[in-house]
């Protein structure tokens, strides 16, 4: 070997990652896990040990080096060497420099994602009746263990149950709920919770400070931020984010750029866009978010949780504070959350987590997600159900809030209206211009000629349903209110007035109300009939004869 390659080599070892050389050694030192360190100080002061822990939590929060940390406190004998189990370990005997050095033969770590089987815990149970070599406990450590088969768990439980006083067992997984109860009865179970961002952005400036690194505290927020909770996660972060610096300034501009973030504002200015129906300035934002190399991905995830935000806003204002916004965002927040009602977010949400999985799911998520966009941006201008059925219900058309210039205007969808005295129907969305060429009829001026323009369009079944099974309660321009019986398709009022608006020009609003009507075409062109006297003859001639249907003769015909 060269002295070149010795040096490379040893520059190598000398450097440790963030998450492993400031791994803390000392219960003190575990941030954001507060009820777990009083437990376990409490236990081992008393000598209250258990044969058993499970130590469950996100990645990242600190299983394994709490794990580590317990075997040390048992085990630690003291700078003298006379020393019994201790929460707080000295850190200089043999005991504790081995286990902090992972190479005690007492303290045997194994992962259960790669040892599975039953074989690999009878090894590991075979060693159990054997008295440590030189440490006061042996103990098993056993990394992920809902990763074991049901028949390692079923091997593990008698001696789990009933170790040596001289063993312990200590577990750590993510998965809690895929270890067996009977594994989780026989141990004390820590629940690690997530580190808060307040506490990681701390943890993070002291370790920035420690490492000579210049970090702007923008940056420390999106690395908190983007940690979800997990301390190694986030240091992982912060060491990218220095290699990257090289030596400069850490700002938040390079660590949004390195993460692939979104810019905060311009989420509050692509949220304001697409809530506004303008369709070309949300899409517009969004590709200038692309070109600096945010992921589509991201930008909806930072739309769900701003629209999660502004709900909690609505809801819970004094607790929805969120320490990661600037004041000039709080505050633009709240003027959003004010404006924007509750059926509003809440169909914003909907359709966000919709688009979030086809974003996924596609083969061009920019692509996805500018129709995400596209989508919400037509239904922003849209009443809220309970806006339609108050205007239904007073007699007026379904209200329609005025679209931006840039909005769009003619979807050429339909509305749900719904209530206890409005029945679920379809109507069309407003139209505020239609092409010239659909504009070629006159409106309508009675429920008659309604159906006869059916008829005139060779929209047979849609006609005769308004003639059979209709009962008319309300008609004027643009507004049409019926009651129908079973037989009558639940989208009967939405193609009417999607067809009607088509051919007229002129929106109208097509409802289904449970409010009794006149009688039908059919029937009143039946009564008019029996009043006739040549058919009234003919029925007098014949009891019990029925009037099957009328045809109106035409004028050549007569």
């Known amino acids: 070997m060269t002295d070149i390659q010795a040096d490379k080599e040893a520059g190598a070892d000398a450097y440790r990652v963030l998450a492993r050389k400031y791994r803390p050694t000392t219960f003190g030192q575990l941030i954001g896990q507060d009820a777990l360190v009083r ?21 990242g929060v600190g299983k394994t080096t709490t794990a580590r940390l317990i075997a040390r406190a048992l085990n630690c004998v003291g700078p003298d060497g006379k020393g019994g189990p201790t929460p707080d370990p000295c850190g200089v005997c043999a ?17 259960a994602a790669s040892r599975t089987g039953i074989d690999d815990i009878r090894e590991l149970l075979e060693g159990v009746r054997y008295r440590p070599t030189s440490a006061r406990y042996k103990i098993y450590i056993v990394d992920e263990v809902h990763m074991l088969s049901e028949k390692a768990f079923n091997a593990l439980l008698k001696t789990l149950e009933e170790p040596p006083e001289h063993v312990k067992f200590i577990f750590a997984t993510t998965e809690i709920r895929k270890v067996p109860v009977t594994v989780l009865s026989r141990c004390q179970r820590f629940d690690l919770r997530r580190i808060e961002s307040a506490e990681l952005e701390k943890l993070f400036a002291g370790i920035s400070q420690r490492e000579g690194a210049d970090v702007e505290d923008g940056a420390l927020k999106l690395i908190a931020r983007a940690a979800d909770g997990s301390a190694r996660d986030g240091l992982s972060i912060l060491d990218q984010a220095i290699s990257q610096a090289a030596g400069k ?12 973030l979104a810019d905060r504002a311009l989420v509050f200015e692509l949220l304001d866009a697409v809530m506004s129906g303008d369709v070309k300035k949300a899409l517009g934002i969004l590709a200038g978010q692309y070109a600096a190399g945010a992921s589509p991905v991201v930008v909806v995830q930072d739309l769900l949780e701003l629209v999660h935000w502004l709900t909690r806003m609505k809801v819970a204002p004094e607790g929805a504070a969120d320490p990661a916004l600037a004041e000039t965002e709080r505050t633009r927040g709240l003027v959003m959350a004010s404006k924007l009602g509750m059926p509003v977010l809440s169909r914003a949400w909907q359709m966000l987590i919709k688009g979030l999985g086809e974003a996924r799911a596609a083969p061009m998520p920019l692509q996805a997600v500018e129709m995400v966009l596209v989508r919400m941006a037509y239904v922003a ?16 058309g379904v209200p329609v809030r005025a679209p931006a210039p840039s909005a769009p205007t003619n979807g050429g969808g339909v509305r749900a209206v719904a209530s206890a005295g409005v029945a679920a129907e379809r109507v069309p969305q407003p139209t505020a211009q239609l092409a010239p060429q659909a ?5 309508p001026q009675t429920f008659a000629e309604i159906v006869e323009l059916f008829e005139k369009k060779r929209e047979a079944r849609t006609a005769a349903l308004l003639k059979r099974n209709v009962r008319l309660v309300r008609f004027e321009q643009g ?15 939405g193609q009417v007035g999607k067809l009607l608006t088509e051919w007229t020009g002129q929106r109208w609003v097509v409802g289904v109300v449970n409010t009794a009507g006149q009688p039908t075409l059919h029937e009143q062109e039946i009564e008019h009939a029996k009043s006739d006297p040549l058919v009234k003859s003919i029925l007098d001639a014949f009891p019990g004869a029925t009037i099957a249907a009328v045809r109106k003769a035409d004028d050549e015909s007569r």
């Open 249 to 260: 300034r850490v700002t938040e501009m390079a660590v949004r750029d390195m993460l692939g």
């Open 95 to 111: 005991h504790c420099t081995a286990i902090a050095e992972d190479r005690h033969v007492d303290v045997l770590e194994m992962d």
């Open 381 to 396: 201008d849209m009443p809220t159900p309970a806006d339609a059925i108050k205007q239904l219900e007073s007699g007026g």
């Open 439 to 443: 504009v070629s009829l006159p409106a």
């Open 479 to 493: 507004l049409i209110e019926f009651n129908s019986d079973q037989h009558t398709p639940k989208d009967l009022a």
């Open 39 to 59: 437990t376990l100080t409490n236990a081992i002061t008393s000598g209250r040990l258990a044969q058993g822990y499970m130590l469950t939590g996100v990645r």
